[in-house]
T-cell receptor
Framework: QKEVEQNSGPLSVPEGAIASLNCTYS??????FFWYRQYSGKSPELIMS????GDKEDGRFTAQLNKASQYVSLLIRDSQPSDSATYLC??????????????FGAGTQVVVTP | KAGVTQTPRYLIKTRGQQVTLSCSPI?????VSWYQQTPGQGLQFLFE???????NKGNFPGRFSGRQFSNSRSEMNVSTLELGDSALYLC????????????????FGEGSRLTVL
Protein backbone atom coordinates (compact mmCIF):
# COMPACT_ATOMS: atom_id res chain seq x y z
CA GLN A 1 0.00 0.00 0.00
CA LYS A 2 1.36 3.39 -0.99
CA GLU A 3 1.74 5.88 1.82
CA VAL A 4 0.04 8.72 -0.05
CA GLU A 5 -2.61 7.89 -2.62
CA GLN A 6 -4.28 10.04 -5.24
CA ASN A 7 -6.42 9.31 -8.26
CA SER A 8 -4.18 9.69 -11.28
CA GLY A 9 -6.89 11.18 -13.48
CA PRO A 10 -7.10 12.86 -15.82
CA LEU A 11 -9.80 14.88 -14.13
CA SER A 12 -11.63 16.82 -16.80
CA VAL A 13 -13.29 19.99 -15.52
CA PRO A 14 -15.29 22.56 -17.52
CA GLU A 15 -14.02 26.11 -17.29
CA GLY A 16 -15.67 27.91 -14.39
CA ALA A 17 -16.54 24.70 -12.53
CA ILE A 18 -15.11 23.35 -9.27
CA ALA A 19 -12.30 20.80 -9.42
CA SER A 20 -12.19 18.42 -6.47
CA LEU A 21 -9.01 16.49 -5.76
CA ASN A 22 -8.63 13.85 -3.08
CA CYS A 23 -5.71 12.36 -1.23
CA THR A 24 -5.46 9.70 1.46
CA TYR A 25 -2.46 8.85 3.60
CA SER A 26 -1.53 5.87 5.71
CA UNK A 27 0.53 7.28 8.60
CA UNK A 28 -1.75 8.46 11.41
CA UNK A 29 1.11 10.43 12.91
CA UNK A 30 1.34 12.75 9.91
CA UNK A 31 1.47 16.38 10.91
CA UNK A 32 1.80 18.54 7.82
CA PHE A 33 0.02 18.40 4.50
CA PHE A 34 0.75 20.20 1.27
CA TRP A 35 -0.59 20.60 -2.22
CA TYR A 36 1.79 21.29 -5.09
CA ARG A 37 1.00 22.16 -8.67
CA GLN A 38 3.31 20.95 -11.41
CA TYR A 39 3.02 22.07 -14.99
CA SER A 40 4.41 19.77 -17.65
CA GLY A 41 8.18 20.11 -17.82
CA LYS A 42 8.31 22.36 -14.75
CA SER A 43 9.08 21.84 -11.08
CA PRO A 44 6.46 21.54 -8.32
CA GLU A 45 5.07 24.81 -6.96
CA LEU A 46 3.59 25.02 -3.47
CA ILE A 47 -0.01 26.22 -3.54
CA MET A 48 -1.42 25.23 -0.14
CA SER A 49 -0.29 23.98 3.24
CA UNK A 50 -2.58 22.76 6.01
CA UNK A 51 -1.76 21.53 9.49
CA UNK A 52 -5.03 21.22 11.44
CA UNK A 53 -8.43 19.71 10.80
CA GLY A 54 -10.89 21.79 8.84
CA ASP A 55 -10.78 24.06 5.84
CA LYS A 56 -8.18 26.55 4.73
CA GLU A 57 -8.94 28.95 1.92
CA ASP A 58 -6.52 30.92 -0.25
CA GLY A 59 -8.04 32.67 -3.21
CA ARG A 60 -9.72 30.12 -5.47
CA PHE A 61 -8.14 27.23 -3.56
CA THR A 62 -9.54 25.49 -0.48
CA ALA A 63 -7.72 22.69 1.30
CA GLN A 64 -9.63 20.39 3.63
CA LEU A 65 -8.07 18.11 6.22
CA ASN A 66 -9.65 15.29 8.20
CA LYS A 67 -7.02 13.52 10.28
CA ALA A 68 -9.47 10.98 11.69
CA SER A 69 -10.26 9.79 8.18
CA GLN A 70 -6.65 10.34 7.01
CA TYR A 71 -7.93 12.40 4.15
CA VAL A 72 -6.93 15.71 2.61
CA SER A 73 -8.57 17.38 -0.35
CA LEU A 74 -8.15 20.39 -2.59
CA LEU A 75 -10.96 22.34 -4.21
CA ILE A 76 -10.29 24.69 -7.10
CA ARG A 77 -13.16 27.09 -7.65
CA ASP A 78 -13.88 28.86 -10.95
CA SER A 79 -11.40 26.61 -12.73
CA GLN A 80 -9.38 28.25 -15.49
CA PRO A 81 -7.44 26.70 -18.39
CA SER A 82 -4.28 27.87 -16.60
CA ASP A 83 -5.17 25.45 -13.78
CA SER A 84 -4.50 22.53 -16.12
CA ALA A 85 -1.59 20.76 -14.44
CA THR A 86 -0.71 17.83 -12.23
CA TYR A 87 -1.55 18.35 -8.57
CA LEU A 88 0.63 16.58 -6.05
CA CYS A 89 -0.42 15.81 -2.51
CA UNK A 90 2.48 15.68 -0.05
CA UNK A 91 2.59 14.61 3.58
CA UNK A 92 5.24 15.04 6.24
CA UNK A 93 5.14 11.83 8.23
CA UNK A 94 7.66 12.84 10.86
CA UNK A 95 7.34 15.45 13.52
CA UNK A 96 10.90 16.52 14.26
CA UNK A 97 14.28 16.59 12.63
CA UNK A 98 12.84 15.84 9.23
CA UNK A 99 11.06 18.86 7.91
CA UNK A 100 12.26 18.27 4.37
CA UNK A 101 11.16 14.66 4.00
CA UNK A 102 7.82 14.61 2.27
CA UNK A 103 5.93 11.63 0.96
CA PHE A 104 4.37 12.54 -2.36
CA GLY A 105 1.40 11.02 -4.06
CA ALA A 106 1.64 10.16 -7.75
CA GLY A 107 -0.38 13.24 -8.63
CA THR A 108 -3.75 13.95 -10.23
CA GLN A 109 -3.76 15.43 -13.71
CA VAL A 110 -6.36 18.14 -14.10
CA VAL A 111 -7.54 19.27 -17.52
CA VAL A 112 -9.74 22.36 -17.66
CA THR A 113 -11.71 22.50 -20.87
CA PRO A 114 -12.96 25.85 -22.29
CA LYS B 1 13.78 37.62 -3.92
CA ALA B 2 15.60 34.97 -5.91
CA GLY B 3 14.29 31.43 -5.83
CA VAL B 4 16.15 28.16 -5.60
CA THR B 5 18.86 27.92 -8.23
CA GLN B 6 20.04 24.61 -9.58
CA THR B 7 22.90 23.97 -11.96
CA PRO B 8 23.35 22.53 -14.46
CA ARG B 9 19.82 22.43 -15.83
CA TYR B 10 20.51 19.66 -18.32
CA LEU B 11 23.29 17.15 -18.61
CA ILE B 12 24.05 13.94 -20.45
CA LYS B 13 26.39 11.33 -19.04
CA THR B 14 27.32 7.77 -19.89
CA ARG B 15 27.10 4.72 -17.67
CA GLY B 16 29.86 4.51 -15.12
CA GLN B 17 30.54 8.23 -14.99
CA GLN B 18 29.81 10.42 -12.00
CA VAL B 19 27.91 13.66 -11.75
CA THR B 20 27.72 16.57 -9.31
CA LEU B 21 24.66 18.78 -9.09
CA SER B 22 24.55 22.11 -7.33
CA CYS B 23 21.81 23.94 -5.47
CA SER B 24 21.63 27.43 -4.02
CA PRO B 25 18.65 27.80 -1.69
CA ILE B 26 16.46 30.83 -1.28
CA UNK B 27 18.41 33.49 0.59
CA UNK B 28 18.03 32.93 4.32
CA UNK B 29 16.73 29.38 4.03
CA UNK B 30 18.72 26.96 6.13
CA UNK B 31 17.47 23.54 5.05
CA VAL B 32 17.98 21.88 1.69
CA SER B 33 16.32 18.68 0.51
CA TRP B 34 16.90 16.69 -2.65
CA TYR B 35 14.36 14.67 -4.58
CA GLN B 36 14.46 12.43 -7.63
CA GLN B 37 11.50 12.52 -10.00
CA THR B 38 10.88 9.84 -12.62
CA PRO B 39 7.72 8.98 -14.59
CA GLY B 40 7.55 5.56 -12.99
CA GLN B 41 8.36 6.32 -9.35
CA GLY B 42 7.24 9.91 -9.03
CA LEU B 43 8.93 12.16 -6.49
CA GLN B 44 11.23 10.31 -4.12
CA PHE B 45 13.16 11.78 -1.22
CA LEU B 46 16.94 11.52 -1.43
CA PHE B 47 18.30 13.43 1.55
CA GLU B 48 17.98 16.54 3.66
CA UNK B 49 20.62 18.87 5.06
CA UNK B 50 20.52 21.44 7.82
CA UNK B 51 23.50 23.26 9.32
CA UNK B 52 25.86 21.24 7.12
CA UNK B 53 24.52 17.99 8.61
CA UNK B 54 22.55 15.30 6.88
CA UNK B 55 19.31 15.04 8.82
CA ASN B 56 17.65 12.30 6.85
CA LYS B 57 18.34 9.97 3.98
CA GLY B 58 15.95 8.22 1.64
CA ASN B 59 16.13 4.69 0.37
CA PHE B 60 18.80 5.14 -2.27
CA PRO B 61 22.11 3.29 -2.68
CA GLY B 62 25.36 4.70 -1.38
CA ARG B 63 26.23 5.92 -4.87
CA PHE B 64 24.04 8.89 -4.04
CA SER B 65 25.66 11.36 -1.67
CA GLY B 66 25.43 14.99 -0.79
CA ARG B 67 26.71 17.77 1.35
CA GLN B 68 25.85 21.24 2.52
CA PHE B 69 28.20 24.14 2.91
CA SER B 70 28.28 26.83 5.57
CA ASN B 71 26.40 29.25 3.27
CA SER B 72 23.58 26.64 2.96
CA ARG B 73 24.44 25.85 -0.64
CA SER B 74 24.29 22.13 -1.34
CA GLU B 75 25.66 19.62 -3.79
CA MET B 76 24.69 16.08 -4.56
CA ASN B 77 26.85 13.50 -6.26
CA VAL B 78 25.97 10.31 -8.05
CA SER B 79 28.83 7.95 -8.77
CA THR B 80 28.99 5.02 -11.17
CA LEU B 81 25.93 6.17 -13.07
CA GLU B 82 23.35 3.64 -14.21
CA LEU B 83 20.70 3.99 -16.89
CA GLY B 84 18.05 4.05 -14.18
CA ASP B 85 19.54 7.20 -12.70
CA SER B 86 18.09 9.19 -15.58
CA ALA B 87 15.69 11.56 -13.88
CA LEU B 88 14.86 15.09 -12.87
CA TYR B 89 16.75 15.95 -9.69
CA LEU B 90 15.02 18.58 -7.65
CA CYS B 91 16.42 20.65 -4.84
CA UNK B 92 14.08 22.30 -2.35
CA UNK B 93 14.82 24.82 0.36
CA UNK B 94 12.97 25.59 3.55
CA UNK B 95 13.26 27.00 7.08
CA UNK B 96 13.88 30.72 6.80
CA UNK B 97 16.30 32.17 9.32
CA UNK B 98 14.51 34.09 12.03
CA UNK B 99 11.85 31.43 12.46
CA UNK B 100 11.96 29.27 15.55
CA UNK B 101 10.25 26.36 13.86
CA UNK B 102 10.04 25.06 10.34
CA UNK B 103 6.65 24.99 8.65
CA UNK B 104 7.85 22.20 6.39
CA UNK B 105 6.94 24.17 3.28
CA UNK B 106 9.39 23.27 0.54
CA UNK B 107 10.23 25.54 -2.36
CA PHE B 108 11.64 23.75 -5.36
CA GLY B 109 14.18 24.80 -7.92
CA GLU B 110 13.71 24.14 -11.63
CA GLY B 111 15.68 20.93 -11.37
CA SER B 112 18.61 19.29 -13.11
CA ARG B 113 17.57 16.86 -15.81
CA LEU B 114 20.08 14.03 -16.04
CA THR B 115 20.17 11.63 -18.96
CA VAL B 116 22.40 8.57 -18.67
CA LEU B 117 23.27 6.85 -21.94
Amino acid sequence: QKEVEQNSGPLSVPEGAIASLNCTYSDRGSQSFFWYRQYSGKSPELIMSIYSNGDKEDGRFTAQLNKASQYVSLLIRDSQPSDSATYLCAVNTQTTDSWGKLQFGAGTQVVVTP
Amino acid sequence: KAGVTQTPRYLIKTRGQQVTLSCSPISGHRSVSWYQQTPGQGLQFLFEYFSETQRNKGNFPGRFSGRQFSNSRSEMNVSTLELGDSALYLCASSFPSGRATNTGELFFGEGSRLTVL
